[in-house]
T-cell receptor, first 113, second 114 residues
Framework: AQSVAQPEDQVNVAEGNPLTVKCTYS??????LFWYVQYPNRGLQFLLK????DNLVKGSYGFEAEFNKSQTSFHLKKPSALVSDSALYFC???????????WGAGTKLIIKP | SAVISQKPSRDICQRGTSLTIQCQVD?????MFWYRQQPGQSLTLIAT?????????ESGFVIDKFPISRPNLTFSTLTVSNMSPEDSSIYLC???????????FGPGTRLLVL
């Protein structure tokens, strides 16, 4: 079965420190990988994606993620966290031309001043 | 990207009634999706709505409970019928941008059923 795992329900980081939100996946076929962010009482906002090409992708708000095929991971990173980064982060994957997304459970990111 | 709006943004309804949620996109899109999300939890796909064809429902969701219309390439509605408190949730529509191969989401409709 195809799946996405976000092993941490919550990640706590001090402002100014680097942050990592983890995502691993299990699919058969070529993965298309996505990160979305959801601020309180808001819809989902697209952050970044990996489809092909450079394994390191850069997205909105200074976020980046690295596709690691051997580890089947797509961790979200940011060099210096801001309090305003506090939100719920979702990793999602789909396979090739199948448009349905498989979603992780979400990780709550808390950035403390 | 795409600009997506949903109406209403939130509502409080009585059990046994029905609510229709509208989703409007600022560009023509073939594929639209309807999701349900409990606050703080992940998304569950209700159905895929392509213009010109019947909606395709996921396991656990049926047309009688969640009828969907897709009259044109920029608009869709989801009706939550004969509501019960278990239907209290956030309902999200999304669209697939085929050029970018990315789904974009509306702001959501927060539904509370009493």
């Amino acid at each position: 079965a195809q799946s996405v795992a976000q092993p941490e329900d919550q990640v706590n980081v001090a402002e100014g420190n680097p942050l990592t939100v983890k995502c691993t996946y299990s699919v058969s076929g070529n993965p298309y990988l996505f990160w979305y962010v959801q601020y309180p009482n808001r819809g989902l906002q697209f952050l970044l994606k990996y489809i092909t090409g450079d394994n390191l992708v850069k997205g909105s708000y200074g976020f980046e993620a690295e596709f690691n095929k051997s580890q089947t991971s797509f961790h979200l990173k940011k060099p210096s966290a801001l309090v305003s980064d506090s939100a719920l982060y979702f990793c999602a994957v789909r396979v090739d031309s199948n448009y349905q997304l498989i979603w992780g459970a979400g990780t709550k990111l808390i950035i403390k001043p | 990207s795409a600009v997506i709006s949903q109406k209403p943004s939130r509502d409080i309804c009585q059990r046994g009634t029905s609510l229709t949620i509208q989703c409007q996109v600022d560009s023509q899109v073939t594929m639209m999706f309807w999701y349900r999300q409990q606050p703080g939890q992940s998304l569950t796909l209700i159905a895929t709505a392509n213009q010109g064809s019947e909606a395709t429902y996921e396991s656990g969701f049926v047309i009688d409970k969640f009828p969907i219309s897709r009259p044109n390439l920029t608009f869709s509605t989801l009706t939550v019928s004969n509501m019960s408190p278990e239907d209290s949730s956030i309902y999200l529509c999304s669209v697939e941008n085929r050029v970018e191969e990315t789904q974009y989401f509306g702001p959501g409709t927060r539904l509370l059923v009493l």
